[in-house]
């Protein structure tokens, strides 16, 4: 497998501006859930300073663009290959110009986001990365939880079950279900009966579940159900993309209570 040296990558970064204002690079820029307001405010600038923004248009809504200059190149990328892509994105660079390319979420998570950052290393071009927030995030703030909770839960999987992108053998959901974590599920509804089995091995049927469809879009969804009838549901509606199952027993967390701000708890800061 090639490597890359990220250090070197960075450093790469020109000095000079382009029209923009923006050093020629490619921005690797995550845009949340699909709540334009979620955007970082780094991501915001970038997107309203770039020359030239890739996106992939059937996962970042079309209000996550309402501010970007008038005269920007705008290229959606859903139905193009790494190979199609790449090209576009060195040819700007390389022409000085400024490219943000959009990915759905954080970079860090399912966005076939590696490739793209190899590739760019190898042709010389220089990128960064502009983390962004995660589904599993806004999920849990639209749920009112914290998926953390003293006493009953102090672990977060974030995981999918196996499809055309197959999980290693040693993530096999049923095994990490034995956890009893927190585990949000992504890429799965496709296959929600399989996953709802595997998780059974484990979880309590009566587990709660929150199937949230599209976080962030203007048709969200959000259904919290036994996990027994997450199979069901997910049917019912139709679900088969963009969607994110969240299993956590702190769904339906009564009262707890961290040690951090307990009185009786001292600290560096308090005695």
């Not at 190149?73 to 199609?84: D, G």
Request: net charge negative; aromatic share 4%.
């Amino acid at each position: 497998m090639t490597t890359f040296d990220i250090n070197s990558v960075v450093s790469q970064l020109p000095e000079t501006q382009d029209k923009s204002g923006l050093a020629p690079a490619v921005y690797i820029v995550g845009a949340g859930p699909g709540d334009p307001e979620l955007l970082t405010i780094k991501a915001q600038r970038l997107l309203a300073q770039a020359d030239v923004i890739l996106f992939a248009d059937s996962l970042v809504p079309r209000q996550i663009l309402q501010g970007v200059r008038d005269d920007a190149e705008l290229i959606r990328t859903a139905n193009k290959t790494l190979e199609e892509i790449l090209p576009l994105m060195v040819e700007r660079v390389r022409s000085q110009k400024s490219v943000v390319r959009l990915h759905s979420g954080d970079p860090s998570l399912y966005g076939a986001v590696h490739e793209q950052m190899q590739a760019l290393a190898e042709a010389e071009v220089p990128f960064e990365v502009i983390p962004g927030i995660s589904a599993f995030q806004a999920a849990a703030a639209k749920l009112q939880v914290e998926l953390t909770v003293p006493g009953l839960v102090q672990t977060i999987i974030l995981t999918r079950i196996s499809g055309r992108t197959e999980v290693p053998e040693a993530e096999e959901l049923a095994g990490l279900a034995a956890h009893k974590a927190s585990l949000c599920l992504y890429l799965s509804a496709r296959h929600v009966e399989a996953s709802q089995a595997k998780l059974m091995e484990h979880y309590g049927a009566d587990t709660p579940v929150a199937i949230c469809f599209r976080i962030g879009w203007p048709d969200e969804k959000i259904r919290v159900v036994p996990l027994s009838e997450m199979a069901a549901v997910t049917q019912q509606e139709n679900l088969i993309r963009t969607t994110l199952y969240v299993i956590s027993p702190a769904l339906t967390a009564t009262q707890a209570r961290s040690r951090l701000y307990h009185p009786e708890h001292d600290h560096l800061f308090r005695q």
